[in-house]
Every structure is written in structure tokens, then in C-alpha cells.
């Protein structure tokens, strides 16, 4: 097949992978930069994970600003280790496109596990376009699925639209709240209250948690469930003590038999997919356009828009119509 | 023109735009639920309005929740209209793709405005996919541009990528911090630290509001700037009782005419209509696909890739190819 190729490095991606599917925690690291980086390599990294890829449970890790995210990862970390389950750590930082790289000012905390080579801890940022999320994300998750990972974490750095991505991508959700974290209705206005399959109150022996534990109860009676759905529970936890951890980690493994026993699981995945192809078939569109037309075409369009000579779906229309 | 066609309601799209242009706030309310619905008439509606957008200036604020968006709009509209100008505001929800409408909690403070004329007020939600922010937006605020608004604001709910997507669609972009929000890198998380045309603190009368300010100083004076660059102006505000209202009034008034001078104004505007023919174009070509391939196929790639006979891009340029 392609284990001839070799990258610049003299590494073909074949030996990466098997390396990778070794546990080689370095061969793990390069695959996922050559992802990261959209290297001319990205094809044949993709098409040599894939047909070792699909046994990892994946669990995105959301919240607002200041829940604990962190903190709650790492002692998942910690517990999911303590059950022999090797693990995989994707803090995404979608937000950052103007630095270029995820701040690292709370993963310190993730150095704990620094030295544990059944532990794979990535930071990852997407640079800054709105599809850069969906597009690595996936392959980067596919790196630590076939590198054997039995859970992997997902952790977004911000709130929003990048958490809904992530909830797209993951078999379960978490979704972290904490006490004091301003009235209910600035946690609703996130978009997050809805997402999740888990709820985690973090930080729940300070005041306040049974007021969290309320509204996050009255929002979940108010969706509609038919008979045999999940219902997602509320864990309390003080992550910087792992307290409550377990209890995460087990309903984390409930939900993985529901997924199976349900059929959510491939649906999930199937849909998943698809979102995938469809990006990747549109982003190798949007270049041939630009391969097509170059960039002048789209500013001669754009000028004529600004100048009310032609609306943007008239423009457009020119574009596809050129193709 | 299209002045004979009539929309289901027997109302034509032109006469819509002509009495929005006369400042009639239903058809103005009429045109952007247009927009908002994704109408059938929404190419017309486009092609209505081209002639007669470009005049406002479009104001993005942006900030974490809690911080008071919606206070500060509110206290400038109130200033703006004292100036005599007209004044649109566009509270837009892209992080709610799932309760599939605004939320209203403090809006209500909006009422003060409702019964002015001159200001237009709408909330939008942008139904749950990632273009959906980037596809309605810029129609709805060519709505209020065409019907003479002088200064639009575009109030984003949640913070990260979607506030980043509307200070891409503004001509100056205000970011609002507050004291007491925890520490200075959870707020630089949220990727927002670095879009700000002008950065505002609002409850400045609140302990720890000079800290904040030279965190903002310290970020800013880390930014590589030219001769002639704009140079952010930090501003202290208490939104509540309007102080300070006024010299955020007077340093986008400054910014305005900064972009005008510098050229920069029609640099982004060229680039944002660059964007929105793109997304339409790209958005145009997903329906191509579904009606060329139908779910069917889409399904069968998919199911090909979570079973590892395929991989995304394989799967991807399959159905580019067949195109």
C-alpha cells in the first residue's frame, strides 16, 4: 500500500500507525500534528486509521468559563486509570484563532499525568475558522481511538457554538455547572443546558449547589422523553478533591450500555459521519474554487455587492454557475 | 422589476423594501423574518435591498454573559438617539439551536425603546448550525441598513466562536468586560480579548474595575501595531445609571471616521461579502448534493467510514467526484 511513502521526516504514516496502535505515545503526537497542521499527509493518515478506529467511548467535556473543566478532567482522568481503561485527553481550543495556540494556563494541572504512558493528554487549536473544529477534531479523535484509548475527553476551552460542535462529536456529554456562577438564565443562554447526558454540579459543597441542582432538574422535566430514552442524571462533585468522581465514571459506563442497547450509538456515529464527509467535501469545493477563479473573481463579485450593483445571492449564483 | 410577483401574503418584496425604506417597522420586521425563515423570497429580498445598504455603521458587542450586553445597549441606544440618529438592534442567539428561539430574560429592559420609532429592536435565533450565524446575519442587518438606520447593534448571547463571527461582521466591535468575572485568562479564553475595536468595563463602580483595565492595557500592549493602526480606547462605564455612555458614543464616532480615512472600512467590507458569497455559494452546493445523491448516499458513505472500509476523505471525494 502506501508504506513506501515516506513524510519529510523519512517516517512513512503506516509505521506511525502501527507504532501508534503500540501505545508509542510519539508516533501518537505526529499523527495528531500532521492532522493539526493539515499536512499533504492528512489523506493517508486518515485512510491508514480507519479501519482501526471506532472502539473508543467519547466524552465531551463542557461548560462555562470557570465550572472546573479542568479540574474535573484531570481527576477523570485519575479514576478512569485506576479502572485500567487507558485514556486520551483533546482539550480543543476553538476560540483562539487570533493567538494560534490553546492557553495553557490551567492544563498545568494535567502534568499529574504527564508521565503515565497509558494517559495521552493533546492540546489542539483550530486556528480560528468556524469549520476548523469539525474538521481536525474527528481525525485527532481517530488518532487516539486507534491508539487503543478506552474513553477520551474532550474538553473545550469557551461556551457556545464550540461546545455544541464538540456535543456533535462526542458519544456522551457532560455538561459542568457550579454554584455562583451568575442566575440560571446566563448558564441557559449558552446553549448548554440541553446537551448533556450527564449533568456534573462541580464545586458542590459551596452554597448554592442545591439551586443549581433545581433549575438544572426543572429544565430537564421540561424535555420531552419518550419511554426507553436517557435520562441524564446529576452528579454532585468536588473535583479538586475527586470527590464524586466515581460516581461520573459510572454513569459514564451506564451510558455507553444505553448507547449500545439503544442503537444511539450508530446512530450517533452514522451521523457523525456523515457531518464529516460533508465538511471535508466542501472544504475541497470552496479550493476549487478558489483553484477556479483565483481570488480576483470573488473581489470583483464582492465589490459589486458592496456597491449595490449585485446582492450576494446573485453573486453567488455566478460563482456555482462557473463551476 | 419583480414588483408584480407577490408573496403568499399577497404583500410584493418591493413594496416591503420601499415602505422599510420609509421606515415602516412592520415591513421591516416583515423583511427580516423573511431573512430569518429562510423565505423563499429570500433571493428577492437580497436583490431588493443591494441598492440601498452601505450607510450604517454596524456595531458588534460582544463579552461574556453577565457582564451586561444588554444594559449597555440599551443605555446607547438611548444615547445614540439623543443625537438624533436612527438606531437598529440586533440581539442575535446562535447558541440556542435547540430551544429554536431567543430567550427573552432581558430583553424586557429593551422595552424603554419600543415605542420610539426610530429604533428598530429585533431578536433572532439562528437555528443550531454553525452557518446558520454567517448566513442570516448579514441579511438582517441589510434589512436596517436599507431602512436608514444610522448605527446598527449586534448583540451576540454566549460567548467564543459566534462572538468572533459577529465582530467579523462589524465595522467597529466593542467588548464589554466587568470586574469580578474570575481571573483575567478565563476571560482571554473566551477568545474575545483580542477583537475589540473599543474595550469597554462596564460596572466600573465595582472593586477590582482598575485591575481589569490593565489586564486589557497589558493585552493590548502586546499587539504589533503600525503608524496609523487604531489604538483601542479602554472605556469605564456603569451601563445602569448611563455613565460613560457618552464617550463610547464619541470613540465609535472616532472609530468610524478611522475607518473611513484608513480604508480599512472598505477592506471589511469587502472581506465580509467575500464571506457571505462563499457561504451562500457553498451553501447552494449542499442542496446540489442532496438533490444529486439524495440521504441515501450520503448514509451508505457514512456507514462505510464508522465500519473502516472507508475513510472521510476517500468517502468525501467520492461524492465531490460524482458531482
Known amino acids: 500500500m502506501t508504506r513506501s511513502k515516506k513524510s519529510r521526516q523519512g517516517v512513512s504514516v503506516d509505521d506511525l500507525v502501527d507504532r501508534a496502535r503500540k501505545g508509542d505515545p510519539r508516533a501518537v503526537a505526529r499523527l495528531i500534528s500532521l492532522v493539526e497542521d493539515a499536512s499533504p499527509l492528512l489523506r ?25 473543566k479542568s479540574t474535573s ?12 481503561q487507558r485514556v486520551g485527553v483533546l482539550a480543543v481550543d476553538p476560540s483562539s484563532p487570533f493567538t494560534g495556540g490553546a492557553l495553557l494556563g490551567d492544563r498545568v494541572r494535567m502534568q499529574d499525568h504527564a508521565t503515565d504512558p497509558e494517559v495521552y493528554i493533546r ?14 477534531t474527528p481525525q485527532a479523535l481517530r488518532v487516539l481511538d486507534a491508539a487503543g484509548c478506552d474513553v477520551i475527553l474532550v474538553e473545550t476551552v469557551g461556551v ?11 458519544d456522551s456529554t457532560l455538561v459542568l455547572m457550579s454554584p455562583g456562577m451568575g442566575d440560571g438564565i446566563q448558564a441557559a443562554k449558552a446553549g448548554i443546558l440541553e446537551i448533556g447526558d450527564i449533568y456534573v454540579i462541580n464545586k458542590a459543597d459551596r452554597e448554592g449547589a442545591n439551586q443549581v441542582r433545581r433549575e438544572i432538574r426543572t429544565m430537564l422535566s421540561l424535555a420531552e422523553r419518550d419511554e426507553g430514552d436517557w435520562r ?18 459510572e454513569k459514564l459506563s451506564d451510558h455507553r450500555a444505553w448507547l449500545s442497547e439503544s442503537g444511539e450509538l450508530q446512530r450517533r456515529r452514522v451521523r457523525r459521519a456523515r457531518d464529516e464527509i460533508e465538511t471535508i467535501a466542501v472544504t475541497s469545493l470552496r479550493s476549487r474554487f478558489a483553484d477556479l477563479h483565483g481570488d480576483e473573481r470573488l473581489d470583483e463579485l464582492a465589490e459589486a455587492v458592496i456597491t449595490g450593483q449585485s446582492d450576494p445571492y446573485a453573486a453567488a449564483d455566478q460563482l456555482v454557475a462557473s463551476m
Open 73 to 84: 478532567t484531570s481527576a477523570l482522568v485519575a479514576t478512569l486509570r485506576k479502572t485500567g
Open 123 to 136: 492540546s489542539m487549536a483550530t486556528r480560528g475558522h468556524l469549520g476548523g473544529l469539525a474538521w481536525a
Open 160 to 170: 457556545g457554538q464550540s461546545e455544541i460542535a464538540i456535543a456533535g462529536q462526542a
Open 232 to 249: 441524564p442524571p446529576i452528579v454532585q462533585t468536588v473535583a479538586i478533591k475527586s470527590e464524586g468522581i466515581d460516581e461520573v465514571v
Open 44 to 68: 493517508e493518515v486518515s485512510a491508514g486509521l480507519a479501519p482501526y478506529a471506532g472502539n473508543a467511548q467519547i466524552v465531551g467535556i463542557t461548560g462555562p468559563p470557570g465550572v472546573g
